[in-house]
């Protein structure tokens, strides 16, 4: 049987020591474990970024994987903490919603419980630090075998972040960037099925005032600097600057309206 | 017996090659030895944000993990090399004084030993990069069962880095910030008993020239903007601001000063 | 045996979810792989800094470690994806000339192989995402045991990066700053021999318009602010500012000249 593997997902940068603490936390329970970074990098207290991050990471790992996920706005106050498992993912959350865009994309329902059961905890829980002190040690506890269960009692209700789904109305498609990589390419909410089934007419697609004018299978299909729509790697439809940034140079960002209009 | 642990703490940034290279000749020693990374964000050559974070992870994590510290501004000179355990917890480090807060928060002495077995270095030492040329080669063959007191003679007196404890007098507990984290929480060297032995009655706290207006448990505990005093994940005392940055809100950093004056 | 070790060198940066979807998608199909992060942040596209980086970290791995590089401005196009090993470091790396530099620096010819085996990939494969969708699949096929025969063709041709030896003339070596570090150290393309061969008569170093006063063995041998000359830990001429950044001192960059005069 593999070594287990817990991955972790915060918004701790990488200069503070906190993400290292609840590294030693998970080996000190459990010194078999497998530590995995996946991001350090979620701009602080960022949900939506967090749950962008989530839906378009956890997917590809096995089922039985243990992810940590410390974006926690909320900590030492009456927000819950959550043992979730969808679709055989499994994940320690706070109960703050990062976590439903990447259920409302699974097949089936997701298993919640309420984390409650101290022992599988760190003995002195601090009011500000619930990564260190909750979920790193419940994670550990679950990699050595822990069933699920007996984290605590099964949970109905929880927080879900709302999500603006994009609008068709009169062949014309509304939606709105929903992410904004490192490269500074555009993720819109619009799905490439909902894009492809208009697009295959003329269409004009706008960010914010500006027009893209240019529609290509991939980045590298134009000349560098022009402004190019495609379906990205998260099969939605993406603006992209060819090696240069859509962000800077159309002044866009996450909640920038895109839309798809039909020429007639 | 679990695989052995090595992690690295550098402040060589991500986009060097220099971690990968450490990476690369642990590996190339102990094939099986387990590699994490704490941080490779510390401020270049700030031995105070190095001895902060050390001291706030190490300890987290089981005995016998070998910790690998560079952080070196006086590569190639005549400074030693260290290989410390503290209270179990084993560190390759320059002899700068950076875990000498750790050591200072320990129980018992540490023993130290002198790196000078150069059968332990890579063949040939550039006078720049000990890090992968001396550091991390002694931490593989750590791992792979070298006696610890083998990698040289014990040395008896090493740097220490010189803290300011803080100060009461006359009703007045005068600290200084230590550390800003990634969310620009500015942490204290005032630890929560002595905080606490006076704030039963009311205090004003001030950073610098400003005063903070409320105390809270958790930073959620006040409207989002709120510059808050609280107790956190270290022990010490904290100012924040809820969802924002104190250091850019408070034009603070390390060195501030923080007063806590009881009111008569 | 140890188990299988592949790392990760990409310009995805840390707060997408790009390198976390390429560790799901090895550890999906061999869960025993151990990841290992070499960098995630070489500068967007910047096959020169990716050349630099892997010549300066893959040699000290141990043979047998596979290496994935997603640098890759031309994903998409017709450009090929190849399987390379070089001196027992296995490749698996778009074809665009990042890891000549490492090629020409070794002892023998590459073996090369165009990916060509869709068996080895993901089912769907995007038009802008090969690391996740071909790179990281073969690699972890790859670690599984597959052949590195069986991945595809050999190929005889693929693109160089073309790099700028110095050139010595009339008692003049004149090179150029190649990589900038973490420090604002500036690295040359000068190699060590090349330099000392001259540098035992009195020289001239300049870089760009301004001369360099002092030639050290290592950074600490100035005063902090001083800009010295060393042979630094990739055997090469570099110039540095004692616990200060060159690069930004000398306002000098990747190209930026640097001359060595004998002085007559």
């Given at each position: 049987?593999?070594?287990?593997?817990?991955?972790?997902?915060?918004?701790?940068?990488?200069?503070?020591?906190?993400?290292?603490?609840?590294?030693?936390?998970?080996?000190?329970?459990?010194?078999?474990?497998?530590?995995?970074?996946?991001?350090?990098?979620?701009?602080?207290?960022?949900?939506?970024?967090?749950?962008?991050?989530?839906?378009?990471?956890?997917?590809?790992?096995?089922?039985?994987?243990?992810?940590?996920?410390?974006?926690?706005?909320?900590?030492?106050?009456?927000?819950?903490?959550?043992?979730?498992?969808?679709?055989?993912?499994?994940?320690?959350?706070?109960?703050?919603?990062?976590w439903t865009l990447l259920a409302s994309e699974a097949s089936g329902p997701p298993s919640v419980?309420?984390?409650?059961?101290?022992?599988?905890?760190?003995?002195?829980?601090?009011?500000?630090?619930?990564?260190?002190?909750?979920?790193?040690?419940?994670?550990?506890?679950?990699?050595?075998?822990?069933?699920?269960?007996?984290?605590?009692?099964?949970?109905?209700?929880?927080?879900?972040?709302?999500?603006?789904?994009?609008?068709?109305?009169?062949?014309?498609?509304?939606?709105?960037?929903?992410?904004?990589?490192?490269?500074?390419?555009?993720?819109?909410?619009?799905?490439?099925?909902?894009?492809?089934?208009?697009?295959?007419?003329?269409?004009?697609?706008?960010?914010?005032?500006?027009?893209?004018?240019?529609?290509?299978?991939?980045?590298?299909?134009?000349?560098?600097?022009?402004?190019?729509?495609?379906?990205?790697?998260?099969?939605?439809?993406?603006?992209?600057?060819?090696?240069?940034?859509?962000?800077?140079?159309?002044?866009?960002?996450?909640?920038?309206?895109?839309?798809?209009?039909?020429?007639?």
């Amino acid at each position: 049987m593999p070594q287990p593997i817990i991955t972790l997902t915060t918004d701790f940068g990488d200069d503070s020591p906190y993400v290292a603490a609840m590294k030693g936390v998970v080996l000190a329970i459990n010194p078999e474990a497998r530590l995995i970074d996946l991001s350090h990098q979620i701009p602080p207290q960022d949900l939506r970024h967090a749950a962008f991050f989530l839906a378009s990471a956890v997917p590809y790992f096995p089922t039985g994987v243990i992810h940590v996920i410390v974006v926690d706005p909320g900590v030492g106050t009456e927000r819950a903490l959550l043992a979730v498992e969808v679709a055989g993912h499994r994940m320690l959350v706070p109960d703050n919603g990062c976590w439903t865009l990447l259920a409302s994309e699974a097949s089936g329902p997701p298993s919640v419980r309420r984390l409650a059961e101290p022992r599988y905890w760190r003995q002195s829980v601090s009011a500000t630090f619930h990564g260190r002190d909750i979920l790193a040690p419940a994670a550990a506890h679950l990699s050595l075998g822990v069933p699920f269960d007996a984290l605590g009692p099964a949970a109905t209700v929880w927080v879900r972040l709302e999500t603006c789904p994009p609008d068709l109305a009169n062949g014309c498609l509304r939606g709105e960037v929903v992410f904004v990589d490192h490269f500074g390419n555009l993720v819109s909410n619009i799905p490439a099925d909902a894009f492809l089934a208009l697009a295959d007419r003329p269409v004009r697609i706008t960010v914010g005032e500006r027009e893209v004018p240019r529609r290509v299978r991939t980045y590298a299909d134009a000349e560098p600097g022009r402004v190019v729509a495609l379906i990205g790697s998260a099969q939605r439809l993406e603006i992209a600057v060819t090696q240069g940034s859509a962000a800077q140079r159309l002044q866009a960002g996450v909640g920038t309206p895109i839309v798809v209009t039909v020429c007639s």
